[in-house]
């Protein structure tokens, strides 16, 4: 259930750019150098086919929350860094027909009350794809927790992107995700 006051619903990601990065910025701890960097890629992934987002919004408008993805295309740079991992342990099949969560993040003030529940349930009811991936910090988190709970199973795992310094798991659920 979530908070008082807080609902979900569409959002124009390429107008609110700055003011969905400072909730990313927060919740992941971003420095100001990697929040340009992502402007620049988030706007870019906005014009690509089936690119969509939602917002979770507080009572005054407040972003409290966004989540956007679009239907894979193993041409894109996630695609081509995760393919060789993927297909080393016979998942590379995942990148065909699924739908890709690329950024999900809830300020730290509203985590665990079933926002980042809402908000990826939400884009993945309107996806036509059979299924979706995304990618995790590959550590025990929340957020893994809550991908677990949705149904998502590691693909792979100790996946390195070259400006990450953590290792990051693949992760893949068919559609529609589990519910409680």
């Known amino acids: 259930m979530l908070p008082s006051g807080v609902r979900i619903a569409p959002l124009d990601l390429?107008?609110?750019?700055?003011?969905?990065?400072?909730v990313q910025a927060v919740a992941f701890g971003l420095s100001e150098e990697e929040v340009g960097i992502r402007r620049y890629i988030v706007q870019r992934h906005m014009t690509c086919r089936g690119a969509?987002?939602?917002?979770?919004?507080?009572?005054?408008?407040?972003?409290?929350?966004?989540?956007?993805?679009m239907p894979n295309d193993r041409t894109h740079w996630w695609s081509t860094i995760?393919?060789?991992y993927l297909r080393a342990g016979g998942h590379e099949g995942w990148l065909d027909g699924s739908f890709v969560i690329t950024e999900l993040h809830v300020h730290p003030g509203f985590q665990g009350h079933g926002v980042g529940r809402a908000l990826i349930t939400?884009?993945?009811d309107d996806a036509a794809e059979p299924r979706s991936i995304l990618s995790a910090i590959d550590t025990e988190s929340p957020a893994r927790g809550l991908?677990?709970?949705?149904?998502?199973?590691?693909l792979a795992r100790q996946v390195h992107f070259p400006s990450a310094s953590l290792p990051y798991a693949v992760m893949g659920a068919t559609l529609p995700l589990t519910r409680r």
């Open 52 to 69: 969509r987002a939602l917002g979770a919004f507080a009572e005054d408008g407040a972003l409290t929350g966004f989540v956007y993805g």
């Open 147 to 154: 991908y677990r709970a949705l149904g998502y199973t590691d």
């Open 14 to 22: 390429a107008a609110r750019v700055d003011e969905a990065l400072r």
């Open 122 to 124: 939400g884009i993945t």
């Open 82 to 84: 995760v393919e060789p």
